[in-house]
């Protein structure tokens, strides 16, 4: 059978298991457009409004399915904009797949219209960057690209796709079937030299996170937790990697990081450091531990070698997929219980916050949606102060889950839940939106309607951008410039996308609203009426300009 190029790939991704794809129409991949005419219901085209919202997208939906997202955009301006998706992906270590089109290859360095070298480009923001320069090469470096984006510290991966390669036709057999490769396992030897140092610790702690986790995995981890009696950290924005009802759930290690966490990570003698990178984030700034050699001593696990040892010296390296290792590692004796009680009641303790000098109190809300939003839940978010709510206020049970960018790019939230939603239309999406983060990707509003795919998003409206206005009152206090913003209608906006939408003015009015919202059949804005003063739960927006001015003075 003759094939053109753009069949030969999409017959090879659907082949892989590839389910949906998202993105922007291109000239300059006619051909892939044209043999997706005939996937509906296989191999499913979201068609986005911007390419970086379909490359959150696709970034969401390797965070959350564990397959490569894939986001097909046309060449230049579309895979630029495509680019702050690509870095998310990279920071997340989620899978994922850009195909993007490129000039024909009797073009190629001439600076044609919209050219660009995309391994020079995206070299160093994702895993891996080819150009397929032979039809006959499709399938060896989709099956590649595949692999690379999956495998180790998972990632995205860039195929650039000359025009008349994508028309050429061939004989080449696409890929039969999906790669199954297993994830590495340790080795027994070292597990046992784990277990002997965290049996001889005074204080451990397991810091978790990454998103390449089975449900097996997960409680298999968690038994040995609590058979342990060890004290568990997420790193930054994976809450979702163990249950946070869980007695040796203690918070995550992020931005914002509550205090008792901060002596939890600096006191520990031993960290389980299982499937992490050790950001900036979950370190604070690296200051919590020493680099390069920690007074910590590290049991680093990770499936890529590539990471062990990149910033920290470990004292034992195993590299190990996560779940294998959860489910290979034994318990080691229990005599923590002290130790784990105070990270515990720091962690239930850090729900308390005063009430917020706000027409809507975001600490009453967030007890609310405790209350009911369901155990499978899906919360999104992109950037902003805003996120300390569903971030520090939330409890996510085994089967909930958190999509929330590692690279802090605001706009992630929206596109994220449509992804969450194209891929499971049945579960409760929740979307929390600053208004300067929602303002960066409101258009896909548009593809939520026309994929059917409309989750809540809760739009917490303060007419700044308040995670600037924070640093700016800290270090300028009292002079506020580039951080007040003119905000559009934004519940006449939603309802022009086809969403129920509302705005709620106080407290009080919450609850019903929310109800509103959960039984619409077209998704759902609430419009938050949420004031600056309350940028962060325990302290004002004026508080922090007194006590900038006050440490001025007294310099």
Known sequence: MTRNGGQLLVDCLMALGATKSFGIPGESYLAVLDALHDTAGRLDFVLCRNEGGAAFMAAAHGKLTGQPGICLVTRGPGVTNASIGIHTAMQDSAPMLVFVGQVGTDMRGREAFQEIDYRAVFGSMAKWAVEID??????????????????????PVVVALPEDMLTDITDAEPLPGPIVAAEPAPDPE???????????????????GGCNWSAAGRAAMQDFAEQ??????AAFRFHDCFDNHAPVYCGEAGVGMPPHVRKLVADADVILAVNIRFGEMTTDAYSLLSVPLPAQRIIHVHGSDAEIGKIYQPAIAIQSGPNNFARAIRPVRDKWAGWLAQGRAGYDASFEAPAQPSPVDMVAVMAHLRDVLPGDVILTNGAGNFTVWPNKFFRFGAEARLLAPQSGAMGYGLPAAIAAKVNFPERCVVCFAGDGDFQMNLQEMATAAQADAQPIILLLNNGIYGTIRAHQERNYPGRVSGTTMDNPDFVALARAFGFHAERVGNTADFGAAFDRALASKTGALLDLDISPEALTPRQTLSQMREAALAAKRED
């Open 190 to 208: 070292m597990l046992e030299e784990a277990r002997g140092l965290l049996a001889a610790a005074e204080r451990p702690l397991i810091l978790i």
């Open 228 to 233: 342990s009696q060890i004290p568990v950290v």
């Open 134 to 155: 032979e039809i006959d090469r499709i399938p060896e470096l989709v099956g590649r690209a595949w692999r690379t984006a999956i495998s180790g510290r998972p990632g």
